[in-house]
């Protein structure tokens, strides 16, 4: 969070005054008239948008496109590097999660619906990718597993997804997904989970 909290307050400090009050012109529907006029900084406006929900580690869009309408593409483009570097710097549950999310992406289709309710996403939040992605199969898909990943937060897991597949009978995509696991060499853990969760024949009797 620090080196985000630097890169902020670095476009801060090259924010010009009539960029701020510009800036400030345009999130004046969402932020009170009282707290505008107390705003002083780049910094202190950001930090309100991270109180509101509209700026975080993750959400960097929405800055992204006021910098951009103020005429500070230079900004916006050192707000968005920051974005794609911190990407690229991912462990490997993260580059677990990106090859199960590619894979599901390619071939879950009309499955979506299923899928999100195995992973307990409600009705609403169903109807709201629904909405959002009509007819494009894919983007759906990604807005799923945003979705998902985002209420799970830090506690999600790739063997929760190749378990759901299975439980949605989509064993052909989970199959797909421990092949690229295993060619990049990161199945372990999630092959020895799945067969701990399996059903085991019973000995007894």
Not at 53 to 81: F, I, M, P, W
Request: one cysteine or more; charged letters at 30%; glycine letters at 6%.
């Amino acid at each position: 969070a620090s080196s985000f909290n630097s890169v902020l307050l670095g476009i801060s400090n090259m924010l010009k005054e009539e960029n701020l009050e510009q800036l400030k012109f345009l999130v004046r529907d969402h932020i009170g008239k009282q707290k505008l006029e107390r705003i002083k900084t780049g910094h202190q406006l950001f930090e309100i948008l991270t109180e509101r929900g509209q700026l975080g580690k993750d959400k960097a869009n929405y800055l992204c496109q006021l910098l951009r309408q103020v005429q500070r593409d230079d900004l916006s483009e050192k707000l968005s590097n920051w974005e794609v570097q911190t990407k690229k710097i991912c462990p490997v549950p993260q580059d677990k999660l990106d090859i199960a999310t590619e894979v599901i992406r390619d071939n879950l289709g009309r499955n979506w619906r299923k899928l999100g309710r195995k992973l307990r996403l409600g009705e609403t939040k169903l109807d709201s990718i629904a909405t959002r992605q009509p007819t494009d199969l894919e983007e759906t898909a990604m807005e799923l597993l945003k979705e998902w990943r985002k209420i799970r937060g830090p506690e999600v897991q790739t063997k929760e997804l190749i378990a759901a597949l299975r439980d949605c009978q989509l064993n052909l995509t989970a199959d797909k997904i421990q092949e690229k696991l295993e060619q990049k060499g990161l199945s372990s853990s999630v092959v020895k989970y799945l067969q701990y969760t399996s059903v085991a024949p019973s000995f007894t009797g």
